[in-house]
């Protein structure tokens, strides 16, 4: 085992894998809960005992939680996602591909005939989505893998019949129920860089360009927010220099500075005639939004707002491994913007910091919501090690669970089909101390414990996943 950090084995590397098995469990799993949770994360820290510089570099691991409440059944898989970068890596022995804060060694002659040719990684250690019956996770960048949901197993990359470009994009795609359409971003860097703002209609295999924004000190894009008729893009001064970025061969990241003199640029999109409107706002930096809603007139943009881009240092797995070094906890902000006086209000709405925000998505997003849930530190310093409720509107917590040595993994919303409003949280929790992984169904009223189930392995820190019903 490589050293121990300050957050036990939360980001350090866990190779086994898993078959399909059942787990035997403690509680009920609520009879109405049908379908699988899927997710990936970072799974792999180091290249043949070479450790990978940041949290986002890791290789991607997939998992599956699959719940059956009318058998009582509750199976797992794990699976590392055949990615190029993966099997680069894996066949050499080292990195070969650019990641978010590692990039393979090369010569300066290499660095300046492969000037131009960023070689994105195909790493996708962020998130899943799902769209025409067909699976994918992805990182930030256009390369989005496909995978088969029975087994995980890699089946290739996504290719659309469509010429939209970029070397980044997000891991946040949204999902526009009203519309049957997928919206996300690309970025195409150059002397002059473009944000280009796309939809993918459900059952087409192309996407269609709905907006262009020039800039050229284009910015950190993690996320994004969505309402009725408008798309709400948030770039703090997290920026680049395209052309450095693109020339002198140094991780994706570590060409990005912190330029709170520019302020927060903040672009609203309307989805339907891809008009946009500038607006400008102090600055901050932003990994996740909340939710976004239209109300009297008014644009509400609920997000998780750190001071600055500090947190993106904090992820760095030396920083992560040295003690009293927990990462920055961002606050829960609400922007609320009129469009027609083209003003904009910024008030943190909840005192206690929180990450990975969730909400009943389906239900909510892109209208008005009463709550939403979060990982948040349970006492100051702690990083994230308890899961809460907090109301949309008073920005108080409502309920949370909490247990020693326990780090929860974001919290996906599960409704019940036959109760509105009623639902599940799910969160896979790892305990430093137990060296040990669990699933934890909670009902998401109060956050009582439905059920406990025991993980085969290990799982590292993870970001996000995707529940779907009625798959096993
Ligand atoms: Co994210």
């Not at 086994?16 to 970072?42: C, K, M, Y």
């Not at 991607?60 to 058998?71: D, E, H, Q, R, W």
């Amino acid at each position: 085992m490589s050293e121990q950090t300050n957050f036990g084995p939360l980001f350090q590397s866990q190779t086994t894998e898993s078959e399909t098995t059942q787990l035997s469990f403690n509680g009920r799993v609520p009879s109405w809960l049908e379908g699988s949770l899927f997710r990936t994360g970072p799974s792999l820290f180091d290249i043949k005992g070479k450790k990978l510089n940041h949290l986002f570099d890791a290789m991607a691991k997939f998992y599956k939680l699959s719940f059956s409440g009318s058998s009582q059944k509750v199976f797992f898989t794990s699976r590392f996602a055949q990615s190029d970068a993966y099997n680069k890596a894996a066949s050499t022995g080292v990195l070969q591909t650019n990641e978010f804060g590692s990039s393979p060694k090369r010569s300066r002659l290499q660095t300046f005939l492969q000037a131009f040719d960023f070689k994105a990684t195909d790493n996708p250690n962020v998130n899943v989505f799902f769209i025409n019956q067909r699976f994918f996770a992805c990182t930030e960048t256009p390369f989005v893998t496909e995978f088969e949901p029975s087994n995980l197993n890699t089946l290739g990359h996504l290719n659309l019949d469509d010429n939209l470009k970029g070397q980044v994009s997000t891991a946040h795609p949204h999902f526009d129920f009203s519309t049957g359409k997928l919206f996300n971003f690309l970025i195409e860097y150059g002397p002059t860089s473009t944000y280009k703002l796309f939809s993918w209609k459900q059952g087409e295999n192309k996407r269609q360009l709905i907006a262009s924004i020039k800039t050229r000190r284009p910015a950190y894009l993690h996320s994004f927010a969505l309402t009725s008729n408008y798309v709400v893009l948030v770039l703090g001064p997290f920026a680049v220099n395209p052309l450095e970025l693109l020339l002198c061969g140094k991780p994706f990241v570590a060409n990005f500075n912190w330029k709170p003199d520019l302020g927060t640029s903040i672009y609203v999109i309307n989805k339907h005639s891809g008009k946009v409107t500038p607006l400008e706002c102090d600055p901050f930096f932003v990994f996740h939004h909340i939710n976004a809603c239209e109300e009297n007139d008014r644009i509400l943009v609920d997000l998780l707002a750190y001071e600055n881009a500090n947190i993106v240092q904090d992820l760095y797995l030396n920083k992560l491994a040295s003690k009293n070094n927990a990462p920055a906890i961002p606050l829960a902000t609400r922007l609320t913007i009129d469009l027609t006086n083209k003003t904009l209000d910024k008030e943190i709405f909840s005192e206690k910091g929180i990450e990975l925000p969730t909400i009943n998505y389906k239900q909510c997003n892109s209208t008005r919501y009463q709550h939403f849930y979060g990982i948040g530190e349970n006492k100051a310093g702690d990083f994230l090690n308890q899961i809460v409720k907090i109301s949309s509107k008073s920005g108080t917590i409502e309920a949370s669970w909490h247990e020693e040595n326990c780090y929860p993994s974001e919290a996906i919303f599960v409704a019940n089909p036959d109760k509105k409003g009623d639902g599940v949280l799910i969160s896979v929790i790892t305990n430093i101390e137990l060296s040990n992984s669990f699933c934890l169904i909670l009902d998401a009223n109060d956050l009582s414990e439905l059920a406990r189930i025991p993980i085969p392995h290990l799982i590292p820190f993870h970001f996000h996943g995707q529940f779907r019903e009625g798959l096993l």
